[in-house]
């Protein structure tokens, strides 16, 4: 069974968490890849919640997310991820990112949702599939995925501990939709069963919120589900790796119209 952290944290910024550090961590857990996310601090100052952008800060960020691409360029099983923040970058789509991180607290500056370049990037991010991480307030969770991209896919992490509760989104309606997601990081075992067992495997996703989660604990937390074979491999890795490879289907090239031959000629 191969397995795919779907949650890491991996910066050299304003925090040291290299992937040297992390490489090792997943070897020893026999964890064959990972989901790579710039930290927080690398976006922006999470303390000051009336943080503006300096042009000193959108280098950092651009460094940032530059940096998981390049670890990506020399490895197939590192999967970078776009954190998105207010200079909303739609540009920064035609780099190959696999997915988008999308993350505040309460006591943290605030997503400014009014902007029009919000509403662009959020359409050109469902057009291309690109699975979301999004962190948020209860309200702005629900905002988000009921008005401002419905049709987007949404992973929600820690089963949404992070969210408002398990219970909170449950009784919101939003386990229930068919393009929404949750991670295994840091959630219970119990909720892990309750999701399974009421909204079944396909929309799990085992990931370790490393350096918050160590990879190798949360990942005998969902061996020790008792899952079937097929079920665990989906939990594992194979639900994350469909929704990358939907991603990467929905921006590749498309056969000729005039000859309905491929790129290659094929």
Known sequence: MIAIDSHIHCGIQNVS?????????????????ACLYAPVEDI???YDYNFQD???????????NRYLLDLAGHSAH?????????????????????????????????????????????EEI??????????????????????LAPEAVIIIPHLGGLNGSYGALERAGVWRRENTYADTALASTSEMRHFIRS????RLLFGSDFPFG????ELRKVHSLGLSGLDLELVASGNILRLIAEARKSVSPQPSSSTGAGVDGS
Do not use: M
């Open 17 to 33: 968490l290299p992937f040297e550090v992390i490489e090792p961590l997943l070897e020893e857990a026999d964890i064959a890849g």
């Open 199 to 202: 909204y079944g495997p396909e």
């Open 126 to 147: 469902t057009a291309r599939r690109l699975p979301i991480v999004l962190e948020e307030s209860f309200e702005n969770t629900i905002r988000f995925i009921n008005d």
């Open 214 to 217: 160590d990879p190798g604990h």
């Open 54 to 64: 300096t042009s000193a800060w959108r280098r950092t960020r651009h460094l940032a």
């Open 78 to 122: 590192i999967y970078p991820y776009l954190f998105v923040w207010n200079d909303f970058a739609v540009e920064e789509l035609r780099q190959p990112y696999c997915g988008i991180k999308w993350h505040r607290h309460a006591y943290e500056p605030v997503y400014h949702y009014d902007d029009p370049r919000c509403a662009r990037i959020l």
């Open 44 to 46: 922006y100052d999470r």
